[in-house]
């Protein structure tokens, strides 16, 4: 009998403890129900907005690698072309220093101002590819450098000054770009043409396989230098996207600021480790309900 009670005690025991590990589980539950799976939809949202200076980094360097591949391509058929336009030039100039027009009124500067336009061209491409370069270490710094290692917050914000800048000034080179290449498309046949009057271009003709009057077989040489130029189509395309990429940069240094003000770091770090090191989390708890069922009589079964 007294073995019977002991069993009847422990087993009440038991029962009992079932029912408040069933009660806590379902008070755990409600809470998770209201925050979310686990809580992981709590903060997801909030690592989510936490990493877009990550994603907007990201599609820099994307938009950086199209640029450099824009340039690759085109840089250096621009620089042989304006070499030679450059060399003509200086042979018109060397031949009328300072008449602007010729004894039979030919303008003597037609060339040497598509030229002008020309060099302001070379100098905003080279202006480009530093800023691609700056802008493409003060990625590698957000990406590779700041996570590993105690920097302060004021480089930091200046690391991002500088990022902006730089990044910021592609797309105003773009346009400007763009609109050197609207300028010197409509009248620079007709300044060749102009000059080879004045000063025979065979160099120029030889130099890039070209002619300036019509002649089977040979592209005009106009056609060959504006050719070398970017495309005004591929700029507004590359404005477009330098716009769109220098706007999410913005973006994100903003959320990043919001959530550094309104939602303290060291809190939500500590809940979100919390939650990584919680073995419950994202797990459906399975309860199983114990079937009692009533007590044989010891007498009877004995």
């Keep these: 009998m007294f073995n019977t009670s002991d069993k009847l005690v422990s087993i009440q025991q038991k029962i009992l403890t079932i029912q408040d590990r069933l009660e806590t589980n379902r008070f755990r539950r409600e809470d998770d129900e209201e925050s979310g799976c686990c809580g992981v939809s709590c903060y997801s949202w909030r690592r989510f907005l936490g990493q877009q200076t990550f994603y907007a980094h990201l599609l820099k360097i994307f938009t950086l690698f199209a640029l450099a591949v824009a340039h690759l391509v085109y840089i250096q058929p621009f620089l042989d072309s304006y070499s030679a336009l450059e060399e003509y030039n200086q042979r018109i100039l060397q031949k009328y220093p300072h008449q602007q027009f010729s004894p039979h009124g030919l303008d003597t500067r037609a060339v040497y101002r598509k030229l002008e336009l020309l060099s302001d061209y070379r100098k905003n491409i080279w202006m480009t590819v530093g800023a691609m370069c700056i802008a493409l270490s003060t990625s590698c710094f957000f990406l590779f450098i700041l996570p590993i290692s105690h920097i302060r917050r004021l ?45 025979p271009a065979d160099r120029l003709m030889n130099n890039l396989i070209c002619t300036i009057h019509y002649r089977d077989g040979l592209p005009f040489c106009s056609e060959l230098i504006l050719n070398s130029i970017f495309p005004v189509i591929l700029l507004k395309y590359l404005l477009i996207l330098t716009i769109l990429t220098l706007a999410y940069i913005g973006l994100a240094y903003l959320i990043e600021y919001c ?40 007498l009877i079964h004995a």
């Design 259 to 298: 959530i550094r003000h309104w939602f303290p770091p060291s809190e939500y770090f500590e809940e979100d480790s919390e939650i990584q090191k919680s073995p419950e989390r994202c797990l459906q708890n399975k309860v199983y309900m114990p079937v009692i069922l009533p007590p044989k009589n010891p």
């Design 155 to 199: 480089s930091v914000n200046i690391m991002k000054v500088i990022d902006i800048v730089a990044f910021g000034s592609i797309p105003m080179m773009l346009l400007n770009r763009s609109l050197v290449a609207d300028t010197v498309r409509p009248s620079l046949q007709e300044a060749l043409q102009t000059a080879h009057k004045i000063a």
